[in-house]
């Protein structure tokens, strides 16, 4: 039973391949499909492939930034490639990233086959390597430690035969009722970790105060899930557990620096509900996102659980008004903006922690945007680690991701401080912003209107934008005619004179200079 994640901005080719193969005979039994790398991104916790079959050239995130993280987070994932840019860099990163496929497009069925045909093999090979190193592990009385931890494990995805289980479990050292009342519990500690013995130490005291015994599994390298049992003479209740997840979180505080956040699921009446247990620990874990560290959030039957009314949805113009912020030089403002977004967004704690974190990506964006255009580097680019989204969906709590933005902001308010005339380019940009119609606005006419000589008003004006007033003048004319022309309010000559063009055959020049197009082919673009 193996699950694949597919990655594809071109939807014909992501439905073509997932109609196309017959997963069933590869031994693949869930296929998950995503648009780009950050969508695929975001489902990688829940879904957990064995197998990323992902596009190399897409938007927001590309497949190789994509592979990092899937590598960084499950390095036993298999990951194929695809492409039409066979270029040197993309099969360098194929290599260095392990892929053990790398598949050309246009799409040849028989090789995409063999590719996947490859993967399952190598992915069999894995698992019977692991359970052949697990019975020898058994029979050569491994430590009850490893066991409990494999059990642990097995019991969240679901025990196929209980009695084999109780087996190892006896083994292991430990005796469950016929009918045990449990429960999951996430943990996520941030590095550096307490050692595997020290962190089995701190929850044995936990659950021993509360009477409760325990099993303790070690998800990857920040999540550890532990699976608390009753004893069979009384069923274990939401404050008994409660109560063991705040003694552990009182150990881990001495112990992390107070850098843990605690997930803790609904009660299960058996085993074969742990499952459940364990997703609702993982819903719970996601709530301190917006707690922030040192947190805990314990499941409740009487909560209303997810629902999309209850998520935060932004402004569609947010990124539009910090932009126009932006360009004013009101940096005040957009703290105060940022502020009221960040409190609302508290003010939704079911709000999906991956939306959260594209919001404030796209803001990132536009920084870095706004930045670029003045010839200011908010990003240097030298690694998968230092780029926008790295920025974000690096941070484990939301004031982190909120200080990672309001970071940035201060370094660019700093770097036009430090370049000097900010505040002037910002009021010549105003000026343009607010008289742009007129088809008399000149160097000249805005040199008076904020009483400098047109020599200066040129020099500081390139200085703090890396532009001249005239390009920009210009630019942002043909940026509002664009506007226009997707509707077909206007024709084309009212069209420039709305934007300070009388004559229509030098807007059409001009147009199609800064666009490579003309006004009217823009027009039917922009209707497909």
């Not at 005979?25 to 064995?50: K, Q, W, Y």
């Not at 490639?81 to 260095?96: Q, R």
């Not at 469950?176 to 020290?198: D, G, H, R």
């Not at 209107?449 to 020599?455: D, L, N, P």
């Amino acid at each position: 039973m193996l699950k694949l994640l597919l990655a594809d901005d071109e939807k014909m080719t992501r439905e073509g391949i997932r109609r196309s193969v017959d997963w069933e005979s590869f031994g693949i039994t869930e296929v998950v499909t995503a648009v780009d790398g950050l969508e695929a991104l975001s489902l990688l916790e829940s879904f957990e492939p064995d197998i990323v079959l992902t596009d190399i050239k897409m938007p927001r995130m590309d497949g190789v930034d994509l592979a990092f993280q899937v590598r960084r987070r499950y390095p036993g994932c298999k990951i194929i490639f695809m492409s039409g840019y066979a270029e040197k860099e993309y099969l360098k990163a194929a290599i260095s990233l392990k892929a053990i496929s790398y598949v050309e497009k246009p799409i040849d069925m028989e090789e995409l086959e063999e590719a996947l045909q490859g993967a399952v093999q190598l992915c069999q090979q894995e698992r019977r390597h692991m359970e052949h190193e697990a019975l020898t592990k058994e029979s050569l009385h491994a430590s009850s430690a490893y066991l409990r931890q494999e059990i642990c494990l097995q019991l969240i995805r679901g025990a196929r035969d209980e009695e084999q289980l109780r087996g190892r479990l006896q083994l292991a050292g430990l005796v469950l009722p016929e009918q045990p009342s449990c429960a999951a519990v996430m943990l996520k500690i941030l590095p550096p970790p307490p050692s595997p013995a020290e962190l089995e130490a701190l929850t044995q005291e936990a659950a021993g105060a509360c009477g409760l015994t325990f099993l303790l599994g070690q998800k990857d390298e920040l999540h550890t899930v532990l699976l608390f049992f009753a004893p069979g003479d009384r069923p274990l209740d939401e404050n008994t557990l409660y109560g063991v997840c705040k003694a552990l979180a009182g150990a881990l505080g001495e112990h992390t620096g107070g850098r843990f956040a605690i997930g803790g699921g609904r009660i299960s009446p058996g085993l074969e509900e742990l499952p459940a247990s364990y997703a609702s620990a993982v819903a719970r874990l996601q709530e301190t996102f917006y707690r922030g560290p040192a947190s805990a959030a314990v499941h409740r039957d009487q909560a209303t659980g997810f629902s999309l009314q209850e998520q935060y949805h932004p402004d569609p113009s947010l990124q539009k008004t910090v932009r126009e912020l932006l360009v004013d030089g009101r940096f005040g403002e957009i703290r105060s903006l940022l502020g009221r977004v960040a409190q609302e967004i508290r003010q939704r704690p079911e709000t999906l922690i991956n939306s959260v974190k594209e919001i404030y990506y796209r803001l990132l964006l536009e920084l870095e945007g706004f930045a670029g255009e003045r010839g200011i580097s908010l990003f240097h680019s030298t690694g998968p680690d230092d780029l926008p989204w790295e920025l974000v969906f690096h941070c484990h709590f939301f004031e982190d991701v909120q200080q990672a933005l309001l970071g940035k902001l201060g370094q660019l308010e700093q770097a036009l401080k430090e370049r000097g005339g900010g505040s002037t380019a910002a009021r010549i940009i105003r000026y343009i912003h607010h008289h742009y119609a007129d088809e008399n606005v000149t160097v000249q006419g805005i040199s008076e209107h904020m009483q400098m000589t047109a020599s200066h008003l040129i020099a500081v004006f390139k200085e703090a934008t890396g532009t001249t007033v005239k390009q920009y003048l210009m630019e942002y004319r043909i940026e509002r005619a664009k506007e226009l022309l997707k509707t077909d309010s206007y024709k084309i000559f009212d069209v420039a004179l709305q934007v300070g063009y009388r004559d229509g055959e030098y807007f059409a020049k001009i147009f199609r200079k800064l666009t490579g197009m003309t006004p009217s082919e823009y027009r039917e673009r922009s209707r497909v």
